[in-house]
């Protein structure tokens, strides 16, 4: 039995959330760590607390749109 082209759409659209989502998530958790690093909580140096917490807040605001354009850019690629 084959799936009709709306449910193909329907789990892909579902499938980029979730991954979106999912990377959003990540980003908050490299922030945690990166201010726990800085604050001291955790004993590693300085400029890896901060590289992690301006990574994470480049992976919460602006890695999900360009994984949003490339998803929507290949939708029409797959048979």
């Known amino acids: 039995m ?3 082209e709306r449910e193909l ?3 892909r659209a579902r ?3 979730i991954f979106i989502t ?3 998530f990540g980003g908050v958790a490299m922030v ?3 201010f726990a690093i800085v604050r001291g909580i ?3 140096p300085y400029a890896v607390g901060a590289f992690l ?3 994470g ?3 919460i605001f602006f890695l999900p749109r360009f994984i949003a354009r490339r998803w929507n850019a290949g939708a029409g690629t797959r048979e």
């Open 53 to 55: 917490a301006v990574a």
């Open 9 to 11: 759409a329907e789990a």
């Open 32 to 34: 945690m760590l990166g």
């Open 57 to 59: 807040f480049f992976e």
């Open 22 to 24: 999912a990377v959003r």
């Open 2 to 4: 084959s799936k009709s």
């Open 15 to 17: 499938n980029g959330f």
């Open 42 to 44: 955790i004993d590693l």
